[in-house]
């Protein structure tokens, strides 16, 4: 079965510093979500791409966080300069329509110290 | 703003027991979908619920949507260690955007 792949599957770095998790969604789903799961809680929607435009970025903290799909096919999240606060595991997830189920990778856990 | 309440927020049960999460919102849902996140895994869909009063079952797990689509619940029969992991419900407000709830984390005493 196909999957959603993103990488690294772990980072480490420091505050102020800058970092980039990528993703590559199952081929032919034009949906593109990032989520932020910090731990114990639900994933919480940052951005949402329809193809390569973004249909949803209202919980995106837009001074920092940054997010792209060019081509729309694989997307890039960046985060800079990285906060303590912004520990949490990144999830990325596509679906065929915008209301069909949602297919997630492995996410990145990010640990800022 | 649009929230989806889950309760509760841990369940333990012996193998063997029935379990139960419920899923509310304060507003009427188009469709709601539930997940299950393994210890250290991702969100894993189960199923999706768009009629009023549907009820699914998979196996050992049934799934409801209210009349009034403002809730939802996902019954486990005889539960097993490997139903172990936090389950989420995500509803759709109608526009196409899903709300992740707090989920429920079952663990299993053997």
């Known amino acids: 079965e196909a999957e959603v792949a993103q990488s690294p599957r772990y980072k480490i770095t420091e505050k102020s510093q800058a970092v980039a998790f990528w993703c590559d969604p199952i081929?032919?789903?034009?949906?593109l979500y990032w989520y932020r799961q910090i731990l114990g809680q639900g994933p919480e929607l940052l951005v949402q791409f329809q193809d390569e435009s973004v249909v949803d970025d209202s919980q995106l903290p837009k001074d920092r966080f940054s997010a792209e799909r060019l081509k729309g096919v694989d997307s890039t999240l960046k985060i800079q300069p990285a906060e303590l606060g912004d520990s949490a595991m990144y999830l990325c997830a596509s679906s065929f329509l915008e209301s069909s189920p949602l297919h997630f990778g492995n996410g990145t856990r990010l640990t800022v110290t | 703003g649009q929230q989806v309440m889950q309760i509760p927020q841990y369940q333990h049960v012996q193998e063997g027991e029935d379990f139960t999460t419920y899923c509310n919102s304060s507003t009427t849902l188009s469709n709601i979908q539930w997940y299950k996140q393994r210890p250290g895994g991702h969100p894993v869909f189960l199923i999706q619920l768009v009629k009023s009063g549907e009820v699914k079952k998979q196996k050992r797990l049934t799934f409801q949507f209210g009349e009034a689509k403002k809730n939802s619940s996902l019954h486990i029969t005889a539960t097993q260690t490997t139903d172990v992991g936090t389950y989420f419900c995500a509803g759709d407000f109608g526009n196409e955007k899903l709300t992740f709830g707090t989920g429920t984390r079952l663990t299993i005493i053997p």
């Open positions: 081929s032919g789903h034009a949906t």
